[in-house]
């Protein structure tokens, strides 16, 4: 059975576009997964932690046949083999891959959780989303991705790319 999968990528280090297109290109060559659609690039204020680099930031759907917690190990597989290195929660990152949303799952181990807590509330995330995937009903929260977007509070700039960027 396949599994359909969205994750949320981002950079804010060096070529930060070069390197979420490099993660989407491995993404796509990867055997477990076969990539469906990716959104736009988006240029977004950091998060958290505001003294660094904005982001660039994406969304890419995925098909699947392995499992949530499989998937996420593909993803930090990916993040490692392009360099990244975990330096504290919203610090600059070269790649950041994340697990968002499986099917409608729910899912609640020691290191992962699904949906991605703070969807709902982070711009950076509902912007690429809502553009590949608009009517997508939240799991948990029971609204469309268009309606979270409407609804958010986050205040922080998200500026579509141009294709070429």
């Known amino acids: 059975m396949s599994h359909t999968a969205f994750i ?17 290109d491995r993404m796509r060559r990867h055997p477990a997964l076969n990539l469906h659609t990716t959104s736009s690039l988006y240029k977004t ?3 958290g932690k505001t003294d660094q680099d904005w982001f660039i930031n994406a969304v890419a ?4 046949n392995i499992s949530p917690v499989d998937l996420l190990h593909v993803l930090l597989s990916i993040e490692k083999e392009m360099g990244r290195e975990r330096r ?14 499986y099917n409608g799952d729910t899912v609640k181990e020691e290191n992962l959780q699904v949906p991605h807590p703070g969807i709902a509330e982070r711009r950076f995330v509902l912007e690429p989303l ?8 939240h799991p948990t929260i029971d609204k469309t991705i268009a309606d979270l977007l409407r609804e958010v509070r986050d205040p922080l700039q998200v500026t579509r790319l141009p294709a070429s960027t």
């Open 45 to 47: 204020q950091p998060y």
């Open 88 to 101: 504290g929660k919203w610090g600059p990152r070269k790649i950041d891959l994340d697990l968002l949303l």
């Open 8 to 24: 949320g990528i981002g950079s804010n280090m060096g070529d930060a576009p070069g390197h979420c297109r490099e993660a989407i």
């Open 61 to 64: 759907q995925v098909l699947t």
């Open 130 to 137: 809502a553009e590949i995937a608009p009517d997508l009903v």
